[in-house]
C-alpha cells in the first residue's frame, strides 16, 4: 500500500506520516518529494525544521526546478528583520498566494515539514482549520505533512490525524536500515483500509517495501527482551497437555455440571422412591412466621 | 578530552564535522563529563567557543580542564572562548547594581514568558565574532556552541517551547549558517514512561530536541543497579551521517570515568568482568 501512496495521492487528500525520536520520517517525506516531482509535478515545501540543503539533499538536478522550497527554517518566528516564511503566516490566504507565485496552471503538491513546527506556534483547531480549507481550497492538489507524534498531546495529535485521508505511522524496523509503517488510507465511499509493511529507503529516496510483516509476531515499540520471554518455559511442572491427556480431559464431567439425564432424575423422582409425611400434632407449636423459633440461640 | 570517545565517534580534533548538534542526555545519571570532553575538544581543534555554563561556575570549568589539558584562562585571554557565566549573570540581574555593565543574556528571567531571543542573540554575537582577524588577532575555525544545561532554563521559568525554539534559532545560525557544531546537555530525571507533572517539561524538552540533533549520546546508569567499575552505559545513537544511506545507527557502549578522563567499552567487557 505503502508504494500505491507513492504513485500518487488523489485530489484534495491530505497524507500525514507520523514519527517518533525511535525513527525519523523525513527520509520518506523525501522519498515522497522526490516520486511527486518525477510524476512531473510542482511541489511546494515549507521547510521548518531542517536546512534547505538538507532537505534537497539526493534530489536531482532537472527535477528540482519544478521544486519550490519556502524556506522557514533560519527564521521561523521572525526574531531577525526579513523571514521568508513566519509560523504565524500559516494561513489559507498566505499559503495560496505563496503557492499561487509560482504561476503555475497546474495546482500543485504542499509538502509541510513538519507539521509539530506549526502545531507548537499555533492553536491545533487553527491548524486543522487551515488544513481542511487546504484540501477544500483547490490552490493546492494534495497536501504531504510530517508530524512528530511524540512532541504533542495524544488529543493534538488525534484530531490532525483524523483529518487526514492517509495516515503513515513510521517506527524502527526489525534490521538497522529497515522501518515498518502501519498505513491507514481512508477512500473517499468511507472505507477504512489498513496495512503494515516492512520498507527500506534507499540512497536516492526510491522506497523498496521488503514484505508485509503480518506474519511476523507484531515487534512491540518499547519491547524488551523480558517482555517477550515466555514465562511458562523453565517451569519444574508441566502446564502443558498432551493429545491423548487433553482428550481424556474432556471426556471427564465435573461433579456440579448437570447433565440432560441428572436433571430428569432430580426433577421425577421414580416410583420406587420414598417420600416424607409429616402432620403436626396440638403440641407442635409450629410458626409459620418464624421456622426456627424453637431453636435455642 | 577523552581519545576514545573520539575514535567511537570517529572525530578528531584536525578534522571537525561541520554543522553536527549533538545532544547529549542523561536519564538518573551524569553526563556532565561528556560537556568537559566536548569543551576540551572544540578547543583543541582550534574552534571559535561560545560556552553558556549555567550550571557551574568559571573556575569548576577551568579547574576540570586543567586537569584535561586545556586552559580556559588562556583561551579566554586569546578570544577563542567566549563564557557565560550563568550563575554570575543572573544574579547582576536579579540584584541590580548602578555601575555594572551587565549585558542582555540573561533578560529573560525578569520576565520568562518572553522567551530566549536575548539569549539567542548574546549566542550569535559570540560565534559571530569567529573568522574575522582582528589586528593581531589569532584566527580561529568554526563557531561551537556548548550549553550546560538547558534543562536549567526550564527551572529559570521558561518553557519547553522556548527553549525548542532558542535551540531551533541557535541551530540554524551556528551549524547551517556558520558550519559549526552544538553540543547541548539535557537532564531528565523522571523514568522513561512516567509521566509526571514537574518531568513533563523535561520530557517534551528531551523529545523535542532528539528530533533536532543530529548526533545523540544518552547517558544512563546500567540497569543492573550501581557497580563499582562500570559507571553507566552512553547510546549513540546517530541520525544520519554522511555515505552512509538514509538511517540511525544505534551503538551501546558502557563507561568508567577515570580522574583524567574516560574509558569507553563494548557492553559486558569492562576488565572488572573479563
Given amino acids: 500500500m505503502l508504494s500505491e501512496l507513492l504513485q500518487g495521492i488523489e485530489t484534495g487528500g491530505l497524507l500525514i506520516i507520523q514519527d517518533s525520536c525511535s525513527y525519523s520520517g523525513r527520509d520518506l517525506l523525501r522519498s515522497f518529494i522526490a516520486a511527486a516531482?518525477?510524476?512531473?509535478?510542482?511541489?511546494?515545501?515549507?521547510?521548518?525544521?531542517?536546512?534547505?540543503?538538507?532537505?534537497?539533499?539526493?534530489?536531482?538536478?532537472?527535477?528540482?526546478?519544478?521544486?519550490?522550497?519556502?524556506?522557514?527554517?533560519?527564521?521561523?518566528?521572525?526574531?531577525?528583520?526579513?523571514?521568508?516564511?513566519?509560523?504565524?503566516?500559516?494561513?489559507?490566504?498566505?499559503?495560496?498566494?505563496?503557492?499561487?507565485?509560482?504561476?503555475?496552471?497546474?495546482?500543485?503538491?504542499?509538502?509541510?515539514?513538519?507539521?509539530?513546527?506549526?502545531?507548537?506556534?499555533?492553536?491545533?483547531?487553527?491548524?486543522?482549520?487551515?488544513?481542511?480549507?487546504?484540501?477544500?481550497?483547490?490552490?493546492?492538489?494534495?497536501?504531504v505533512a510530517l508530524l512528530h507524534a511524540d512532541m504533542h498531546q495524544r488529543g493534538t495529535v488525534g484530531s490532525v490525524c483524523h483529518l487526514a485521508s492517509s495516515l503513515v505511522a513510521v517506527a524502527p524496523g526489525p534490521k538497522g536500515n529497515e522501518a515498518v509503517a502501519k498505513i491507514t488510507k481512508r477512500s473517499k465511499s468511507?472505507?477504512?483500509?489498513?496495512?503494515?509493511?516492512?520498507?527500506?529507503?534507499?540512497?536516492?529516496?526510491?522506497?523498496?517495501?521488503?514484505?508485509?510483516?503480518?506474519?511476523?509476531?507484531?515487534a512491540k515499540p518499547n519491547g524488551s527482551e523480558e517482555e517477550q520471554a515466555d514465562p511458562t518455559a523453565n517451569l519444574t511442572f508441566n502446564l502443558r497437555l498432551s493429545e491423548s491427556e487433553l482428550e481424556a480431559k474432556q471426556k471427564l464431567t465435573l461433579p456440579f455440571v448437570f447433565s440432560k439425564e441428572k436433571k430428569t432424575a432430580l426433577l421425577h423422582p421414580g416410583p420406587g422412591s420414598g417420600r416424607i409425611l409429616y402432620e403436626p400434632d396440638a403440641n407442635d407449636d409450629y410458626d409459620q412466621e418464624d421456622p426456627d423459633d424453637d431453636l435455642d440461640v | 578530552m577523552f581519545t576514545e570517545l573520539n575514535s567511537i565517534l570517529s572525530s578528531s580534533p584536525d578534522s571537525v564535522t561541520p554543522g553536527e548538534f549533538i545532544l547529549v542526555s542523561d536519564r538518573q545519571s551524569?553526563?556532565?563529563?561528556?560537556?568537559?570532553?566536548?569543551?576540551?575538544?572544540?578547543?583543541?581543534?582550534?574552534?571559535?567557543?561560545?560556552?553558556?555554563?549555567?550550571?557551574?561556575?568559571?573556575?569548576?570549568?577551568?579547574?576540570?580542564?586543567?586537569?584535561?589539558?586545556v586552559s580556559l584562562t588562556q583561551a579566554k585571554e586569546k578570544g577563542q572562548l567566549v563564557f557565560m557565566e550563568g550563575l554570575k549573570e543572573s544574579l547582576s540581574v536579579l540584584i541590580p547594581q548602578a555601575d555594572n555593565t551587565e549585558s542582555q543574556a540573561m533578560n529573560f528571567l525578569r520576565d520568562p514568558p518572553v522567551g530566549l531571543r536575548s539569549l539567542y542573540e548574546f549566542v550569535r554575537s559570540g560565534a559571530v565574532g569567529s573568522g574575522r582577524a582582528e589586528d593581531g588577532a589569532e584566527e580561529w575555525g568554526p563557531p561551537v556552541l556548548l550549553v550546560d544545561d538547558v534543562s536549567v532554563l526550564l527551572s529559570l521559568g521558561v518553557d519547553a517551547?522556548?527553549?525548542?525554539?532558542?535551540?531551533?534559532?541557535?541551530?540554524?545560525?551556528?551549524?547551517?549558517?556558520?558550519?559549526?557544531?552544538?553540543?547541548?546537555?539535557?537532564?531528565?530525571?523522571?523514568?522513561?514512561?512516567?509521566?509526571?507533572?514537574?518531568?513533563?517539561?523535561?520530557?517534551?524538552?528531551?523529545?523535542?530536541?532528539?528530533?533536532?540533533?543530529?548526533?545523540?549520546?544518552?547517558?544512563?546508569?546500567?540497569?543492573?543497579?550501581y557497580c563499582k567499575d562500570i559507571h553507566g552505559q552512553v547510546e549513540v545513537c546517530w541520525k544520519r551521517r554522511q555515505g552512509d544511506g538514509p538511517h540511525t545507527q544505534r551503538n551501546l557502549f558502557q563507561y568508567k570515568v577515570h580522574d583524567k578522563g574516560a574509558s569507553f567499552f563494548p557492553r559486558g567487557t569492562s576488565s572488572a568482568v573479563l
Wanted: with cysteine; hydrophobic share 40%.
Fill in chain 2, 30 to 69: 551524569d553526563a556532565s563529563f561528556l560537556i568537559h570532553h566536548f569543551l576540551s575538544f572544540y578547543l583543541r581543534s582550534r574552534c571559535k567557543v561560545v560556552f553558556l555554563g549555567l550550571v557551574q561556575s568559571f573556575r569548576h570549568y577551568s579547574a576540570v580542564s586543567q586537569r584535561l589539558g
Fill in chain 1, 190 to 218: 468511507g472505507k477504512v483500509a489498513q496495512d503494515e509493511e516492512t520498507f527500506c529507503i534507499t540512497e536516492d529516496l526510491t522506497v523498496a517495501v521488503l514484505s508485509r510483516p503480518s506474519s511476523l509476531p507484531e
Fill in chain 1, 37 to 143: 516531482l518525477n510524476r512531473e509535478e510542482e511541489v511546494h515545501v515549507l521547510c521548518f525544521d531542517v536546512s534547505e540543503d538538507e532537505l534537497t539533499d539526493g534530489l536531482k538536478p532537472p527535477a528540482t526546478q519544478r521544486l519550490h522550497v519556502h524556506n522557514a527554517y533560519p527564521d521561523p518566528l521572525g526574531w531577525t528583520d526579513h523571514p521568508a516564511f513566519a509560523v504565524q503566516q500559516f494561513r489559507l490566504e498566505d499559503l495560496t498566494d505563496l503557492v499561487k507565485q509560482a504561476s503555475q496552471p497546474k495546482p500543485a503538491t504542499l509538502v509541510i515539514d513538519s507539521l509539530s513546527w506549526v502545531l507548537r506556534h499555533a492553536a491545533p483547531p487553527a491548524v486543522c482549520r487551515t488544513l481542511q480549507q487546504l484540501r477544500k481550497g483547490g490552490a493546492v492538489r494534495a497536501v
Fill in chain 2, 161 to 225: 517551547g522556548a527553549v525548542l525554539d532558542f535551540s531551533h534559532y541557535c541551530r540554524a545560525a551556528v551549524c547551517s549558517q556558520m558550519k559549526g557544531n552544538m553540543v547541548m546537555l539535557v537532564r531528565c530525571n523522571g523514568e522513561e514512561e512516567e509521566e509526571e507533572d514537574g518531568e513533563e517539561g523535561a520530557e517534551a524538552l528531551l523529545k523535542g530536541l532528539t528530533h533536532q540533533c543530529s548526533l545523540n549520546l544518552h547517558v544512563q546508569g546500567l540497569p543492573t543497579g
